[in-house]
């Protein structure tokens, strides 16, 4: 090899190496498993994982970045060794990052590269990835907003922070969650994409006369429409609006006025397959699963799949992560408020004795979920 083809070949190499952390922070996960041979591999031993072929080091990488508030990541220039149409060397990264449900770190690794040339320039035949330290202290700073382009993470920092995580105390790392404030504008955004790609149809609406108005748009006049309860609906003025409305059919005011002693069954199939079920849920996923807690289970069936439609209300406070952290917003957040409110109303408490998880819509166009951007209910 003449000293200019190996000056041209470090120079693509290094090129190679500051494509993926661009690639990386612009969350352009396509890009970045395209800078890999098609049978290339991305392990990270301390998970440990191992990513084979492009296409699942694309589709985990967008898995695992949809976990993270903020991502920072620095590569520092290592060695090439070039040996023909193939090449080892190393770089040292830098990161920072903070997950949604409220982690944070720091670490310093080594990539271990092996690089293959190809028709289409180097490309990475291996990157194995070894975290040298981590510290998993607080950060004390944040994420600009939504106004600033947000940096993604890499499969990187998922390797530090994720083998960490194994570790940390759930409990501690819940501590960072206020169940009632209002999510940010990328998370609304990146729980309603979720939403739409598994089925449901989502749309972001500014606040509760929105949603007021976009209901009357959705429902056919002369619909059987049941109203679960929810403190979502009865604060933002939709369950009067069909309650009390001519337009519908409105089933619970009939269910309300019916003998339970006699007419159980009745009830029952009334509530169970409606034209139009309208609710909310306890919570909602940045992964697209809707979460739905019940005393009794009586609104279950049609929410289920009895209803030949569902409309969803959903508060901006209300979309989690995940289900784990879904269901703790149900126990920690939800359950106590409304305990205090049927103690009020009914002279009992509450419980969670039924839970329903929607993880996607399998018929087109029966589900909507309208989330708002400001907080509302439970």
Not at 48 to 53: F, H
Not at 239 to 258: G, V
Not at 353 to 375: C, K
Request: charged share 25%.
């Amino acid at each position: 090899m003449n000293d200019f083809q190996e000056t041209v070949d470090r120079v693509e190499i290094e090129a190679l190496r500051g494509e993926f952390t661009d690639a990386a922070m612009m969350r352009d996960r396509a890009r970045l498993a395209a800078l890999f041979t098609p049978d290339g591999v991305l392990r990270m031993p301390n998970i440990p994982v191992e990513l084979v072929g492009r296409e699942e080091i694309r589709t985990e990488g967008e898995r695992l970045q949809a976990q993270w508030d903020f991502f920072v990541q620095n590569s520092h220039p290592g060695t090439i060794r070039l040996d023909g149409d193939t090449a080892t060397g190393r770089t040292y990264m830098h990161e920072i990052a903070r997950v949604l449900d409220g982690r944070s770190g720091l670490n310093f690794a080594v990539y271990h590269d092996s690089y293959q040339r190809t028709p289409e320039g180097w490309k990475f035949a291996e990157r194995v990835y070894e975290v040298r330290y981590i510290d998993t202290t607080p950060l004390r700073g944040s994420s600009p907003g939504p106004d600033v382009q947000d940096h993604a993470p890499s499969e990187a920092g998922d390797a530090a922070l994720a083998s960490e995580a194994g570790e940390a105390d759930a409990s501690a790392a819940g501590a960072a969650d206020d169940f009632g404030a209002p999510r940010s504008a990328e998370r609304l955004d990146r729980a309603v994409a979720a939403l739409r790609a598994n089925g449901f149809t989502a749309e972001l609406l500014d606040d509760a006369s929105a949603a007021r108005a976009r209901i009357e748009e959705l429902i056919p006049q002369g619909a059987g429409v049941f109203t679960g309860a929810s403190e979502t609906l009865r604060l933002s003025g939709v369950a009067q609006d069909i309650e009390e409305s001519d337009r519908y059919q409105a089933i619970r005011p009939r269910l309300l006025k019916m003998d339970r002693a006699i007419e159980s069954d009745r009830i029952r199939r009334l509530a169970a397959a409606p034209d139009v079920f309208v609710a909310s849920v306890a919570a909602v996923t940045e992964t697209g699963s809707l979460v739905i807690a019940s005393g009794s289970g009586s609104q279950l069936p049609a929410a289920a799949g009895g209803a030949a439609q569902v409309i969803w209300i959903v508060g901006a406070q209300k979309v989690v992560p995940d289900l784990s952290t879904a269901l703790r917003r149900v126990e920690e957040h939800a359950l106590p408020l409304e305990n205090a409110r049927a103690q009020a109303v009914y002279g009992q408490p509450s419980a969670v004795n039924r839970l329903l998880v929607l993880n996607a819509e399998p018929q087109p166009g029966r589900s909507t979920v309208l989330l708002l951007r400001e907080a509302i209910g439970f």
